[in-house]
């Protein structure tokens, strides 16, 4: 049984929309932040969105006008809305979660892709 499990990747047109889910098992306890990270072939994995459980949000520079990250604390589960998907989007997305002690958990990621 995982302990992460992410939705919501696939294949869009430029301009289009996807949004990606991420439930968090309660085997991972207690919660600080749920995020978002990314890695395109040939780069390194680097934060999309993170939220807290008190609400606090952090976006990369390329993704703050277009991407919006939510949490709902009863589900376990972030949520990561992106609209107006470029290309340079294109890369495997990776949820993450930390715990109040800084022990991170990683899902196995989910492939988006943005065609121009």
């Known amino acids: 049984q995982a302990q992460l499990v992410e939705s919501g990747g696939g294949l869009v047109q430029a ?4 949004r990606l ?3 968090a098992s309660r085997s991972i306890f207690p919660i600080d932040t749920m995020g978002w990270y ?5 780069e390194q994995r680097d934060l999309v969105a993170s939220i807290s459980t008190r609400g606090s949000t952090n976006y990369a520079d390329s993704v703050k006008d277009r991407f919006t990250i939510s949490m709902d604390n009863a589900k376990r589960t972030v949520y990561l809305q992106m609209n107006s998907l470029k290309p340079d989007d294109t890369a495997v997305y ?15 990621g989910t492939q988006v892709t943005v065609s121009s």
């Open 15 to 18: 301009g289009g929309s996807l």
């Open 38 to 42: 990314r890695q395109a072939p040939g």
């Open 21 to 23: 889910s991420c439930a």
């Open 94 to 108: 990776y949820c993450n979660v930390k715990r109040i002690d800084r022990i991170s958990y990683w899902g196995q």
